[in-house]
């Protein structure tokens, strides 16, 4: 087979797109749709459209400067896509011409992609833009125009920059490089937000800079292990990103004792097998970073998503949600029943099934009075929030009964 130039960057591409594929088709298998993905999209989309069609106070009051953060934001995270691999330093090295053209048709499909994100990016922020700020269709198309060239020309910059310092002066210069970058964006964009012909003037000049970076980028020698690390983090970014909440990684600094619970004081007076074991199972998932994490995560986006929400809706969600969370503490229970020093002893059925149910409830307890107390001062105010903190209480002990009826935590026992 014979190779061209294009070829090999359209094999390459191919490869890339493939990987990224199989990466989210194992990430988002239905249970993720069904639970988190279809519902999440039905009330963001909802509450979207119920905005348009009244807006919320609070939109109108937003300074411009709040409604541009998203974009800088976007526009600071750029990159080069090169698609270079190690092996190629026995051929492209001795080829200068095609380590050129797969630079830049790289650079060409990193300006698509990021086109394509900042398009993406700008419908999100309509109703802020339209709504909140009255900015005309001229200025939305100018400013996204700017936001895409700066995002490409910080992207040139950082990757020409990448590799040269180590350490806290690595920290030094790209925290340097971020705030400059963010003074030129803001003061370009906010006084010409309402002058979309200037602003695309603005955005005319950051292209030029940017196709004067290209240019010298193409020029650049002895940046071929650069370009070949920065590759291998933007092609593995997707797998990164999924697997990061389900990998352990290994603490920077490590602690005799844990945070909590240093002195492994009881927490019940109780000393049944029952208790013991929950007593175990919640030290063990609140000296987890990653599952202090998780728990924070769900009920901030739960939070999120009532708030949010009309009245009668964010009731119905209050009681939904916990349902979902319960439904991961028994399979972290499951797991964690499993571990080398829990499965030697001999436990009765019924101890784990109240170690199970204990450390549930409790685990989940603080998370659902907040809430149920959140989604009642939504409906009704203070004395609704009240009275529906209290409902909380007996409506997750008889939620998560149920759940430890129906995944019966004894079915893994070994």
């Not at 492209?92 to 900042?118: D, N, V």
């Not at 020309?153 to 920290?171: E, P, S, T, V």
Request: charged fraction near 15%; aromatic fraction near 14%; proline fraction near 4%.
């Amino acid at each position: 087979m014979k190779w061209t130039k294009r070829g090999l960057f359209h094999s390459r591409l191919t490869g890339s797109w493939i990987k990224n594929f199989k990466a989210w088709k194992m990430a988002l298998d239905w249970t993720v749709w069904v639970y988190f993905l279809v519902p999440g999209t039905w009330i963001a989309a909802g509450t979207y459209l119920e905005w348009w069609r009244e807006e919320p106070f609070w939109l109108t009051q937003l300074p411009d400067w709040v409604v541009l953060l998203p974009l800088l934001f976007f526009a600071l995270g750029g990159g080069l896509r090169v698609f270079l691999h190690e092996a190629d330093m026995l051929f492209l090295l001795q080829r200068r011409e095609w380590l050129s053209s797969l630079i830049r048709y790289g650079a060409f499909y990193t300006l698509l992609m990021q086109a394509a994100g900042t398009a993406l990016l700008c419908g999100v922020l309509l109703l802020p833009l339209v709504k909140g700020l009255g900015l005309s269709s001229g200025s939305i198309l100018a400013l996204g125009m700017f936001t895409l060239v700066m995002k490409f020309a910080i992207g040139l910059i950082q990757n020409m920059m990448f590799g040269r310092w180590k350490g806290l002066q690595k920290l030094g210069v790209d925290l340097l490089t971020a705030l400059l970058a963010s003074a030129v964006y803001l003061t370009a964009a906010l006084p010409l937000l309402y002058e979309p012909l200037w602003l695309l003037l603005a955005a005319l000049a950051a292209a030029a800079a940017g196709a004067g970076l290209l240019r010298r980028k193409l020029r650049m020698k002895g940046t071929f292990t650069a370009d070949v690390e920065q590759e291998r983090k933007a092609s593995a970014v997707v797998t990164e990103m999924l697997l990061t909440p389900v990998m352990e990684k290994k603490p920077l600094i490590k602690l005799e004792k844990p945070l909590v619970f240093r002195q492994s004081g009881r927490i019940f007076r109780k000393s049944d097998a029952g208790t013991m074991l929950a007593e175990m199972r919640m030290k063990a998932f609140l000296r987890k970073f990653a599952n202090i994490r998780l728990w924070v995560s769900f009920f901030a986006v739960s939070t999120a998503a009532i708030a949010a929400s009309p009245g009668w809706l964010g009731l119905l969600l209050a009681g939904t949600l916990p349902l979902l969370a319960g439904s991961w503490l028994q399979q972290h229970w499951k797991e964690w029943a499993k571990e080398p020093f829990i499965i030697q002893f001999n436990w009765e059925d019924e101890s784990l099934r109240q170690g199970a149910f204990l450390s549930g409830w409790l685990l989940l307890l603080p998370g659902v009075i907040w809430l149920f107390l959140l989604a009642g001062w939504l409906t009704g105010g203070l004395m609704m929030s009240a009275v529906m903190a209290v409902s909380g209480v007996f409506y997750w002990w008889t939620m998560n009964k149920l759940l430890n009826t129906i995944m019966d935590p004894v079915t893994n026992k070994e």
